[in-house]
């Protein structure tokens, strides 16, 4: 998918294995997408069928089908669509930093601020695309078949943008032993904050909108206290 930026195109690559025919190949495919982020925004990922957004498009089953093999395969593309957009997104609002502390404050800033809608992408509401990664994105590998989907590289595109964070805690603190674990623990806790806050607010500080961006706050403070040189000290158990 093409995306602009100061009037540069950028391509945007999702996984072939996700579709039987690529939605950005046809209006048809276009609305699918665009309609599909609406309805499962609307009415979640559990009640969302086919079936429905054949009716939503004024289509048929059988034309969704034609792209997407199962509903799953749409989740699916689009969160690696939203990790894509996201990492492209990351990598130019740090591309000319060149402090590692600053571009690590950059990159939380990006992974856990609310997202709003980018004009670069017409029939993309990214603000309704994150409700929905913040609602249903763990449901794409929280299921039976993510070894095997795992094996297809179907998660690449998350697992990329997790490692190119890692990959800055590495420069600041190359010590730090569990870089990883800490990108990918913020990108989950980002969401589910956000949720907490709008749905059981009693287990977090955060605002229901995010508007002073206390999401960020926390979990930037809670990274750079972490990769502090010396800060974990693990305890052997006594005897």
């Known amino acids: 998918m093409n995306v602009s930026a100061n009037g540069v195109r950028v391509t945007l690559h999702v996984d072939e294995k996700l579709y039987g025919k690529d939605p950005n190949s046809s209006d048809m495919g276009r609305r699918i997408l665009e309609h599909s982020i609406g309805l499962i925004n ?9 079936r429905k957004l054949a009716q939503r498009i004024g289509s048929t089953e059988a034309t969704v089908y034609r792209y997407f093999p199962s509903k799953q395969r749409l989740l699916l593309y689009l969160t690696s669509w939203y990790w894509n ?45 994150y409700r929905v990664v913040v609602a249903e994105s763990s449901k794409a590998y929280l299921n ?18 997790c490692r190119t964070v890692a990959d800055i805690i590495k420069e600041i603190n190359p010590e730090y032993r569990y870089p990883a674990a800490l990108v990918s623990t913020v990108m989950e806790s980002s969401h589910m ?14 605002s229901q909108h ?19 040189p010396g800060a974990l000290q693990v305890q052997q158990p006594g005897p």
């Open 42 to 50: 609307e009415i979640g990922f559990e009640s969302f069928t086919f």
């Open 85 to 129: 957009w996201m990492e492209y997104r990351l990598l130019l609002a740090t591309s000319n930093v060149v402090s590692a502390e600053q571009r690590l404050r950059i990159a939380l800033r990006e992974l856990t601020q609310p997202i709003v809608a980018d004009d670069a992408t017409p029939h993309i509401d990214e603000g309704a695309l």
């Open 144 to 161: 039976r078949d993510v070894d095997a989907e795992n094996r297809e590289g179907l998660f690449r595109s998350y697992k990329r943008l």
């Open 193 to 206: 904050q956000k949720y907490f806050a709008e749905h059981l607010p009693a287990l977090t500080d955060v």
């Open 210 to 228: 995010d508007r002073d961006g206390s999401t960020t706050d926390f979990l930037t403070d809670l990274v750079f206290r972490a990769i502090q």
